[in-house]
């Protein structure tokens, strides 16, 4: 069956720290992969999409994100976290029927 | 702002009852996608139109019903409402119709059943 998963329900990290916020997924074919942010009282925001090409993605607030085929996981990176980091992060997975699947989704915490 | 706009933001209303939320897409995209957030289940997919069709259904309750109009507004319709159905609703847009698109998010609708 084609499914995401994220492993951790809540993450907490130091400001400053790096922050890794894991991803692994199973789909028929080559992922399409993407994250999503959800900050307190808002809707969803794009953060960054993998479809081909280097297995580094970059993207918006200092994110980036590694595809690794061998481990079908698409983990979420920071170098330096931030408190304003914290908010619900999502990994979700295009199917072969061109739908997305969403991940149960990770709330990361960021302590000063 | 993100483009995708929302309304009502809140909505408390009692059980048995019958609401429509509302969704206008960001500028220049064709399809809506509804979605329904719930504390305990997540993110869960409930339908997808493509400029005025049905694309795909997801898990949406038969007491549930949407449409996207010629000017691809979209409305969802929540019928016979039950505690169970308390929950933010997101409307999201893309340029296109599948998942290979980025979708944009409108801010949802809050949605109490007492």
């Known amino acids: 069956a084609q499914s995401v998963a994220q492993p951790e329900d809540q993450v907490n990290v130091a400001e400053g720290n790096p922050l890794t916020v894991k991803c692994t997924y199973s789909v028929s074919g080559n992922p399409y992969l993407f994250w999503y942010v959800q900050y307190p009282n808002r809707g969803l925001q794009f953060l960054l999409k993998?479809?081909?090409?280097d297995n580094l993605v970059k993207g918006s607030y200092g994110f980036e994100a590694e595809f690794n085929k061998s481990q079908t996981s698409f983990h979420l990176k920071k170098p330096s976290a931030l408190v304003s980091d914290s908010a619900l992060y999502f990994c979700a997975v295009v199917d072969s029927n061109y739908q997305l699947i969403w991940g149960a989704g990770t709330k990361l915490i960021i302590k000063p | 702002d993100s483009g995708v706009t929302q309304t009502p933001k809140h909505l408390i209303t009692a059980t048995g009852q019958r609401v429509t939320l509302r969704c206008s897409p960001r500028s220049g995209d064709l399809s809506v996608y509804w979605y329904q957030q719930s504390l305990d289940q997540g993110l869960q997919f409930l339908i997808q139109?493509?400029?005025?069709?049905?694309?795909a259904k997801g898990n949406i309750l038969e007491r549930f019903s949407a449409q996207q109009f010629p000017d691809l507004h979209s409305e969802l319709n929540l019928s016979s409402l039950e505690l169970g159905d308390s929950a933010l609703y997101f409307c999201a847009s893309s340029l296109q119709g599948y998942g290979a698109n980025v979708l944009t998010f409108g801010a949802g609708s809050r949605l109490t059943v007492l």
């Open positions: 993998y479809i081909t090409g």
């Open positions: 139109y493509y400029n005025g069709e049905e694309r």
